[in-house]
């Protein structure tokens, strides 16, 4: 049995199928594999005051 490449339906429903499988491998690895150009962001700085405003000792 030969796909039928020359269908577009054939081509819309590979479509799909690629974007739904996208869809749950990102929810699987949310950021374990990069898929597409997205970078992930830096990390940001921590902060350095406690709630009183006051210096972390270190």
Do not use: E
Not at 4 to 27: K, N, S
Request: charged share 25%.
């Amino acid at each position: 049995m030969q796909l039928p490449v020359h269908d577009w339906q054939f081509w819309v429903a590979t479509v799909i199928a690629l974007v739904a499988l996208r869809h749950v491998l990102r929810m699987l690895f949310p950021s374990g594999i990069p898929i597409g150009k997205r970078r992930r962001k830096a990390a940001g700085t921590r902060a350095t005051l406690t709630v009183d405003r006051k210096p972390v000792d270190r």
